[in-house]
């Protein structure tokens, strides 16, 4: 025969114990939810083409600031391969010597003889003498 406390525990009926947890699932979107995430698209799409066009003129400048020292490059290597360069140089041009109808032309800065030509027609004019009144009248 059963006993007492087996009767009892059978005609008492518990729930099984419930308990929570997480579990991926899909959940569809509502329409309120879809026009949020299509304004916030719209706005990250208008970030991304300002951060694009931001980025083509970083680019261009520093293109432009390679273009600048690379050109730098060659010169200075031009330079260097010759041994020298043109500069303008001060120098003293005296007419009629070695003789009458020839300039001479010398560097200031090394004293060094650069030419000695033929004087032109405009070279060739004898400046006259004028006395201060007659230039200030």
Same mark, same amino acid.
Request: with cysteine; net charge negative; proline share 5%.
């Given at each position: 025969?059963? @006993?007492? @406390? ?8 518990? /729930?099984?114990?419930? &308990? #929570?947890?997480? #579990?991926?699932? %899909?959940?569809?979107?509502? $329409?309120?939810? +879809? !026009?949020?995430?299509? @304004?916030? !698209? ?15 003129? =970083? =680019?261009?400048?520093?293109?432009? %600031?390679?273009?600048?020292? /690379?050109?730098?490059?060659?010169? !200075? ?12 140089? $001060?120098?003293? =041009? /005296?007419? &009629?010597?070695?003789?009458?109808? #020839? @300039?001479?032309?010398? %560097?200031?800065?090394?004293?060094? !003889?650069?030419? =000695?030509?033929?004087?032109?027609? &405009?070279? +060739?004019? /004898? ?11």
């Amino acid at each position: 025969m059963p @006993k007492k @406390k087996d009767i009892e525990f059978a005609d008492e009926r518990k /729930e099984p114990p419930i &308990h #929570k947890e997480d #579990k991926w699932l %899909r959940c569809d979107f509502t $329409e309120p939810e +879809m !026009l949020d995430m299509g @304004k916030r !698209l719209a706005r990250a799409n208008e970030r991304l083409d300002a951060l694009a066009r931001e980025k083509e003129e =970083v =680019v261009s400048a520093i293109k432009a %600031r390679a273009s600048k020292i /690379e050109s730098e490059v060659s010169d !200075l290597s031009q330079n260097l391969n010759k041994g020298y360069e043109y500069r303008d140089i $001060e120098c003293t =041009v /005296e007419y &009629h010597k070695p003789e009458n109808g #020839k @300039k001479t032309v010398t %560097r200031l800065d090394t004293g060094e !003889l650069v030419e =000695v030509t033929p004087m032109d027609a &405009h070279e +060739m004019q /004898e400046q006259l003498p004028l006395q201060a009144e007659e230039v200030g009248a």
